[in-house]
Structure formats: structure tokens, C-alpha cells
């Protein structure tokens, strides 16, 4: 069974850093795409970033550009997000998703993913 894991999340300052990871585990990351969405309280869930496990083309987020970085660990199965420079709007509950027929090229809506993790909190505040 496809199962995806979210861990990293906590309390930082604004300006500080957070790597938030995603695990995988039912199957490889060879074939998908995974990608990074948020959700604060009282907003819709947006999407942060995405990684193309074909070609390991990246996708962000204008909010977060130049910030955040996703990267993959094929050997560890897991997906990381490195959040930089963090702000206060950043705080949200942080979700990763699996993606089972992404063929490329764009960065793929909340929708268009098969497997989700279970969340995790991440705050921003001094």
C-alpha cells in the first residue's frame, strides 16, 4: 500500500529554517511526481512545490521562490523540502502528495494527486 509520511514540521522565528520530509514507502519514487502543499486555517490548500521523479524538474510557488527548495534522496525513498528565510505567512499545515501519472512539464494541482500524507505543522512566529 502507497503511503506517504511527513515529518520536520515545529516552531521557528521568522528568518529561520525548516527541512521538512516526506517518506515514501509502498513504492519507489522512479515513475511519480510528489509534490509540497499548504493549508493555514481559513484558506484553500495551495501548492508550494513539485518535483518530476522523471526528469527531477522543480516547480515553486512565486510565494516562495528563491526560499524554499525541494530536493529527492532516492536511497532513502524520501522527498525533502529546505524552507528558508521564513515569514510569518509561511505558517500553515504542510502536506505532501504522490502523483501516479504525472508524465511532466507543469506543476500539477491539489486534484491531480493520488496519495496524501497526513500533515504537518509548521509556525512562524517570534
Known amino acids: 500500500q502507497l503511503q506517504l509520511v511527513e515529518s520536520g514540521g515545529g516552531l521557528v522565528q521568522p528568518g529561520g529554517s525548516l527541512r521538512l520530509s516526506c517518506a515514501a514507502s509502498?513504492?519507489?519514487?522512479?515513475?511519480?511526481?510528489i509534490g509540497w502543499f499548504r493549508q493555514a486555517p481559513g484558506e484553500e490548500r495551495e501548492g508550494v512545490s513539485c518535483i518530476s521523479l522523471r526528469d527531477g524538474s522543480t516547480y515553486y510557488a512565486d510565494s516562495v521562490k528563491g526560499r524554499f527548495t525541494i530536493s529527492r534522496d532516492d536511497a532513502k525513498n524520501t522527498v525533502y523540502l529546505q524552507m528558508n528565510s521564513l515569514k510569518p505567512e509561511d505558517t500553515a499545515v504542510y502536506y505532501c502528495a504522490g502523483n501516479t501519472w504525472y508524465t511532466g512539464g507543469y506543476f500539477p494541482l491539489a486534484y491531480e494527486y493520488d496519495y496524501w500524507g497526513q500533515g504537518t505543522q509548521v509556525t512562524v512566529s517570534s
Open positions: 509502498g513504492f519507489t519514487l522512479d515513475y511519480y511526481a
